[in-house]
DNA sequence: AGTAAATTCGAACGGTCGTCCGATCGAAAG
DNA sequence: CTTTCGATCGGACGACCGTTCGAATTTACT
């Protein structure tokens, strides 16, 4: 337990919004989820934005180091594209809190100009990553060249994004969990 | 002008809501909208929780009335598909506040039960509507019958949805647009 | 050891929130 | 005309919010 009060203020305000979601989450809940005085936020993050900011930027980098665990060298690009399907799955199942933080972010990001910057960087990472790994050439060319790599990419992403909150309204239905692995008939054509 | 106070409560909810999301609209904001006093919404919708229940019941309703309009008598299960995406397309463009109130209370309904019933049961008409009118026999038939008409249903609500929120967040992005028409492959295959 | 800077704390501030309550209004019923 | 009752109002209440500030404590440097 040697964190600073700078992470472990960081670390509760993403556990406090995956618990709760950011609007009902405040400074003092915060605080005492790590054991600080509310007034070190102020402190660290200047303020309440400065701290979800941050907050933005840790998702984005949980999300990254589950790719980085997933991708293998040497795949295929459409074995990637499968791969990118079942992290999702995995996700999904395993870490639901971080697409629940994802969610919520994403949805600030409609009203706040701020975040909108911030959650805009965060998917354009993710849809680049599927343009340049997934879609490459010879993919593109079996598709018939119907599409560009980037709008197939975003159709990807936006699948996978628009499934997963269905999922995890009905957690119970195995048809929806099923929409993913459906998903693949994107590059299956 | 002869709308009942309700009414005007009512309306005034959905729009607030629309222009500045759920999280950031207070009972006052509304009854000023309304012109009408904070204590009138206590009245007639108990509570918040109350009201605001009553705008996801306002938000189905409208959708369905699009749907209305847009879906003709005597459509192929295909057309219908397609037109099912023209209908995101065009709402996209010319009432985004729709979306953004159909986003904001899907986000709401992760976190408050009350709200994950009626969030649920919206989603379930939606998708209800496209596995009956889309995805009949002939058409599963023409997709290998690999897949349910449900999870097949999923998956096109779901691409429209996700890339829906991409398309909010990044309005100049044109290749995110055509990744709505794109869609269509799923029963193109 | 002594001092200056960086941290940490608890208390307080002004503001806004959802809710509640008594008073008033207006129309229908006796 | 009087009574009754639902509708409407403005004001007040307590709770909680994010932020600020001065004092206490710890750390780092000479």
């Known amino acids: 337990m040697d964190k600073t009060q700078e992470e472990k203020i960081l670390d509760a305000a993403y556990h406090c919004i995956a618990k709760d979601g950011y609007a009902r989450t405040s ?12 007034s070190q936020i102020s402190y660290h993050y200047t303020n309440k934005e ?5 907050v933005v930027a840790r998702a984005a980098q949980n999300y990254h180091e589950y790719m980085k665990g997933f991708m293998k060298e040497g795949m295929t690009p459409q074995e ?9 799955q995995e996700v999904l199942q395993t870490d639901p809190e971080l697409f629940r933080v994802l969610y919520d972010l994403a949805g600030l990001a409609l009203w706040s100009e701020p975040f909108r910057d911030r959650v805009r960087d965060v998917f354009a990472g993710i849809t680049e990553q599927i343009t ?34 269905q999922a995890l309204l009905e957690p119970e239905d195995v048809s929806i969990r099923n929409s993913l692995s459906a998903l693949s008939v994107i590059f299956q054509k």
Do not use: C
């Open 27 to 38: 400074l003092r809940q915060i605080a005492q989820e790590a054991g600080v005085a509310v």
């Open 132 to 165: 340049t790994e997934v879609f490459d050439a010879d993919v593109l060319a079996e598709l018939g060249n119907e599409y560009s790599a980037k709008t197939l990419a975003s159709m990807l992403f936006g699948g996978l994004f628009g499934i997963a909150i």
């Open 80 to 88: 990637k594209g499968e791969q990118f399907i079942t992290l999702f």
């Open 50 to 54: 400065g701290l979800l900011l941050a």
